[in-house]
């Protein structure tokens, strides 16, 4: 073979594998080219899936904006502390734009500044919820206390509990409100003058002394009487129990000072006593008032002039012999059960005669008890009972196995009650203590005695009517 023939098939053989390399170039290129068209299709998807996602975010971030006006309420910011100026759009015209308003976005970062150190968890919300249950409680009694006609009402339909307050002027925020009341306050003490208000406070504060003197004054009389009452009446040991109404241990010198003048007869109370009462109360309210500002002046009134608090009772364990002890709960503990019973309602039955001796003669001296005696046996209710003649009370008693069928009774109505729970009825049975002997009321002269009309109700039967039958 020639040179020329063997260069030709050179060139051939070169052509083809140049063929064979552009064929595979052409099917990579092919290929890529599918590939790239998937990509574009896919790319174009995921555009198309992010508009839509980006539509929804959008609709999504307005309704939740939206969702964000019942705090924007300017009573509401300014309980958050938000600065002032900011306002939510009036007209649904502001909402058009691809962006929210401008005001949403401030209304949004205000709130969020002023919250961002809160971390709220379930505790804590429950926690908040009853605060705000039981301030609107105490708001309700406040404003009802204020006899003003101050009508509160409240709605959380849109998750924020809004609190107005109605008056004569209508519904305003509870802020408003305040902020009315703190106006319509500065108004009426500027309608008096510094000395016309000193006058006045004078003069109040003069007759709250004159009045609180006379009741300590009848206080201690009336304890003086209990006293003088308790200590005549002994019981079977002969041991008798008094009371004093003595000053409490955390009195200052100032109180004490006027709980003196307070323990003066009405006849030597001069004008420069009731003056230094009055200043001594004028100094306590103005202090009251200085470390309470967020409390009622009615409240600190009654705090202050409460002059019970300055007292306590005290009682004393008189022995036959004349020695006396006070009676504290470890001495009350080491007395008979008969003694410890005694001691106690000896107060009561004297109190209870103190009080009814101020009524009319024919006045009945009813007192009532319930669950009577319960846990003294029967020497000591019978010692009960006695004391209880002394005071000439008529005792009205409940109770279980309970008999005033003692020597120390004059007379005594029983009714005895029995329950039947299968024919669910209640019976009663009248026995009368004579004094002497316990008389039962077989056939009910003791009941028509009584003065009782003696009639019982008694459920009528049901009548049956008669059928009608009809002819046809």
Known sequence: ????????????????????????????????????????????????????????????ERETARDLAPFARRELLDVLRCPPGLA??????????????????????AILTVTRDLTPTEISLKQSTTRLTKALEDLQAQLTAADQDYRPEWDGADGVIVVRIADEDGPLPVGAFAEKIAADRRDQQQLLSESEQRILEDALLTRLAQQIHDRTVDARDLIRRMNTEMRSRRMSSGTTVGVNWLLTDNLDEGQRAVCALLDGDAARLGPDDLGRMRAHFAIRIKDARARHRDRPYRELLTEVLDYRRWRQFAFQLVRPGGHEERLTRARHSRLSGGEQSVSLHLPLFAAAHAMLNSARPEAPRLLALDEAFAGVDDTGRGELMSLATQFDLDLFMTGYDLWATHAAVPAAAHYDLAHSPVEHTVSALLLVWDGAKLLADDVGELTAALGSPDVRRVPAEPVLSEPVLSEG
């Open 1 to 60: 073979m020639g040179a020329e023939a063997r260069q030709v098939l050179a060139e051939v053989e070169q052509a083809e594998v140049a063929i064979t390399v552009s064929e595979r170039e052409t099917g990579a290129a092919r290929a890529a080219e599918r590939e790239a068209l998937s990509a574009a299709a896919a790319a174009r998807a995921r555009l198309d899936a992010t508009g839509e996602a980006l539509a929804v975010a959008l609709r999504e």
């Open 88 to 109: 939510w759009p009036a007209q649904d015209a502001d909402w058009l734009e691809e962006e929210l308003p401008p005001q949403v976005r401030a209304v949004h970062e």
